[in-house]
């Protein structure tokens, strides 16, 4: 919920840096996630999906945004949608840092279940993080990657390609059911296990070269 969260604000800041104030105006810049609550995208659909025994598919509420107040309209467009992306990552880091941090702490048996359930949770949001930045990359309308296709195409295909957005969650939940979703975000995968595996190891391996240090 927090990195979903984050996400939005970062589209809606990143839109008040380009010279947008509506995100601010409808009280989007918030972290409280009842503003980013969607009926239907957060509630609705991931009940049925879960009911219907497929994969589930989640989201909240887009940060509304009016490209037109940007000082650079393209420019400003792109920043914003990729503002989200970047934030994620951003989190992946600092939920690797984390379990570093909390590696520190020197242990005490009473509270090894909680630093133990603590790591485990940070390394949950690496992975979290890393999978909604590559997701969101999709170059499916309404998704962010969609913002920075559209300018790399000829202006007439741009607008026939912008025109596919409605029919963008029905593509999202077709591409579930293949194989090609989980090839998209091998990356993701592949940067959990990358920065899980060097963060676990600096959380055990950082306590015994600092102990010198500390007894110094």
Same mark, same amino acid.
């Given at each position: 919920m927090f990195s979903i969260v984050a996400h939005e604000y970062a589209h809606?800041?990143?839109?008040?840096?380009?010279?947008?104030?509506?995100?601010l105006m409808l009280g989007r810049l918030s972290f409280n996630p009842l503003r980013h609550i969607d009926p239907f995208m957060t509630v609705l659909l991931p009940l049925?999906?879960?009911? @219907?025994?497929?994969? !589930?598919l989640? #989201?909240?509420? /887009?940060?509304?945004?009016n490209p037109r107040n940007y000082r650079n309209f393209k420019r400003g467009d792109i920043i914003v949608s990729l503002a989200g992306?970047?934030?994620?990552?951003?989190l992946a880091f600092i939920f @690797?840092?984390?379990? !570093?941090?909390? #590696?520190?702490? /020197?242990?005490?048996?009473s509270a090894l279940e909680t630093q133990t359930l603590l790591q485990a949770m940070f390394g949950w949001g690496i992975v979290i993080n890393l999978m909604l930045?590559?997701?969101?990359?999709?170059?499916?309308?309404?998704?962010?990657?969609?913002?920075?296709?559209?300018?790399?195409?000829?202006?007439?295909?741009a607008m026939s390609y912008q025109r596919v957005g409605f029919?963008?969650?029905?593509?999202?939940?077709?591409?579930?059911?293949?194989?090609?979703?989980?090839?998209?975000?091998?990356?993701?995968?592949?940067?959990?296990?990358?920065?899980?595996?060097i963060a676990w190891h600096a959380s055990h391996l950082l306590p015994h070269i600092l102990a010198p240090w500390g007894a110094g």
């Open positions: 809606g800041y990143a839109a008040l840096k380009q010279g947008d104030q509506t995100a049925f999906l879960m009911w @219907a025994g497929g994969p !589930v989640a #989201g909240a509420k /887009p940060v509304p945004v992306i970047a934030t994620n990552i951003v @690797a840092l984390l379990v !570093v941090l909390i #590696g520190l702490i /020197p242990t005490v048996p930045a590559m997701f969101n990359l999709l170059p499916i309308p309404p998704l962010d990657g969609s913002h920075v296709l559209k300018y790399l195409l000829p202006p007439g295909w029919l963008g969650l029905f593509i999202l939940i077709f591409l579930m059911q293949t194989p090609f979703l989980g090839w998209w975000l091998a990356p993701a995968v592949f940067g959990y296990e990358a920065l899980a595996t």
